[in-house]
T-cell receptor, first 112, second 112 residues
Framework: QKEVEQNSGPLSVPEGAIASLNCTYS??????FFWYRQYSGKSPELIMF????GDKEDGRFTAQLNKASQYVSLLIRDSQPSDSATYLC????????????FGSGTRLQVQP | GAGVSQSPRYKVAKRGQDVALRCDPI?????LFWYQQALGQGPEFLTY????????KSGLPSDRFFAERPEGSVSTLKIQRTQQEDSAVYLC??????????FGSGTRLTVV
């Protein structure tokens, strides 16, 4: 089992819809999680991080963390074609490693 | 500098050749990370520096991989006797006092 798991997709949503991206993690002790967006051929860019249980909103993006279920999600409201990218979930796994562990990413396609 | 700079942007190496990949982090960033990203996968951790100290090299796939950051700023990832399986994008990231990473544009290595 990978430490950070994501459905590879593609997840296809129509323009204006809500896109829901999900991530599960193996280490119950993990505290903080990050969502990165990666356009094809580009490097990952940080879009949100979340440390506490519950929801965190930033513009059209909402991150949700449920530590009891070891589950992180990212909601994108009013999806735009420009949101089409791969979304990477990452967290600090409690292996003593002070570096982020990334999932394999979910490819999102927003259909105009 | 304003961002993380990596060079070269692309590198084609013949199998068995040695290569050196350079990363110039954001000025003042203490932490520096190297990741390897295969096509369609998430970034995989290679190694981590705090200033000039290499605190974790557990992700380096073999003893052909070597990284250094002698003055706590610029870092070099060296791969000796390259093999086809080394073909990937090599990402460098740096981090300041918060937990967020800023990635460079990456070096795409193709071993032929």
């Amino acid at each position: 089992q990978k430490e950070v798991e994501q459905n590879s997709g593609p997840l296809s949503v129509p323009e204006g819809a809500i896109a829901s991206l999900n991530c599960t993690y193996s280490d119950r002790g993990s505290q903080s999680f990050f969502w990165y967006r990666q356009y094809s051929g580009k490097s990952p860019e940080l879009i949100m991080f979340i440390y506490s249980n519950g929801d965190k909103e930033d513009g059209r993006f909402t991150a949700q963390l449920n530590k009891a279920s070891q589950y992180v999600s990212l909601l994108i409201r009013d999806s735009q074609p420009s949101d089409s990218a791969t979304y990477l979930c990452a967290g600090y796994m409690d292996t003593g490693r002070r570096a982020l562990t990334f999932g394999s990413g979910t490819r999102l396609q927003v259909q105009p | 500098g304003a961002g993380v700079s990596q060079s070269p942007r692309y590198k084609v190496a013949k199998r068995g050749q040695d290569v050196a990949l350079r990363c110039d982090p954001i000025s003042g960033h203490v932490s520096l990370f190297w990741y390897q990203q295969a096509l369609g996968q998430g970034p995989e951790f290679l190694t981590y520096f705090q200033n000039e100290a290499q605190l974790d090299k557990s992700g380096l796939p073999s003893d052909r991989f070597f990284a250094e950051r002698p003055e706590g700023s610029v870092s070099t990832l060296k791969i000796q006797r390259t093999q086809q399986e080394d073909s990937a994008v090599y990402l460098c990231a740096s981090s300041g006092r918060n937990y967020g990473y800023t990635f460079g544009s990456g070096t795409r290595l193709t071993v032929v």
